[in-house]
Structures are given as structure tokens and as C-alpha cells.
């Protein structure tokens, strides 16, 4: 149900649209190439041989790309799909 000047279905699109602009953004980020390291490179840990098979070109451990991953990244730009409210906070 959508309110005041919006038809209907627009949040749903909306949501829809911003969900598949992020799939785009991590599909475009570059997989590791060449040859996978035995032991990681942040933390000298040894990297299991299951997860080297499954991802080729493999540097850091399952723990140091959990915390590369979860770290915080500010993306800049404009939020040209919010409200007025989201804009204004």
C-alpha cells in the first residue's frame, strides 16, 4: 500500500531497486587470483586445504577475511531512491 503521492508498489520497487544495485557492487568486486597461499597473510595461521580448493587465489584465513569484511566502509554519494525523511536526518 503506498501513501500520499506514490502509487502502489513503489516502496517494493524501491526496495527491490537498492537490493540489486548492492548484488552488483559485491558481483563486481574482484575474486582472488593466482595461487593460494597455505598460510595466511595477516596472521601466519594455516589456511585450511578445503578452503583453498574452494576458492583459488585465497590469502587470508577464514577468521582474518571475516574481520576484513565486517569492517566499516563509508560508501559516499547521494541517496537519489530515499525520502525526503531519510534525506533529512
Known amino acids: 500500500m503506498a501513501g500520499g503521492w506514490a502509487r502502489d508498489g513503489a516502496v517494493s520497487e524501491q526496495i527491490e531497486a537498492s537490493i540489486s544495485d548492492e548484488l552488483a557492487r559485491l558481483k563486481s568486486r574482484p575474486a ?4 593460494s597461499l597455505t598460510h595466511c597473510a595477516d596472521c601466519e595461521e594455516p589456511i585450511p586445504e578445503p578452503r583453498r580448493k574452494a576458492i583459488p587465489g585465497v590469502k587470508l584465513c577464514i ?6 569484511d565486517s569492517a566499516y566502509s563509508a560508501r559516499g554519494g547521494i541517496n537519489r531512491r530515499g525520502s525526503k525523511d531519510s534525506q533529512l536526518k
Request: hydrophobic share 10%; proline share 10%; aromatic share 0%.
Open 63 to 68: 577468521e582474518c577475511q571475516q574481520d576484513r
Open 32 to 35: 582472488p587470483v593466482g595461487e
